[in-house]
């Protein structure tokens, strides 16, 4: 299974902009975890970027935002963790 991360937007002609971040297999049920927990507490998610130079050295950017996740289906979100954690199972 793929998971990716589509973010859109609209420009200032009304034409649809999207970028696709593809989300590692590793990192799927903690993905899941993080969404499920923001739904079920009902609070805002910081989104900020950092950049990282060659050296290790850790620089947080100055764009940053805030947003609600809003489930068009929890039951569908609930129904894709439990197929991760018997993928996650079947692979120990």
């Known amino acids: 299974m793929k998971l990716r991360l ?3 937007t609209i420009t200032d002609k009304n034409k649809d902009v999207v970028i696709k971040f593809n989300i590692a297999p590793s990192q799927h049920l903690g993905f899941i975890n993080f969404i499920n927990l923001c739904l079920d507490q ?4 910081e989104f900020t970027f950092e950049k990282i130079s060659k050296s290790g050295k850790k620089e947080e950017s100055k764009i940053s935002g805030t947003f609600q996740f809003e489930a068009k289906d929890k039951k569908d979100l ?4 439990k197929e991760l954690e018997k993928k996650q199972d079947h692979k120990k």
């Open 6 to 8: 589509v973010l859109r």
């Open 78 to 81: 609930k129904e894709l963790k």
């Open 42 to 45: 009902d609070n805002p998610v």
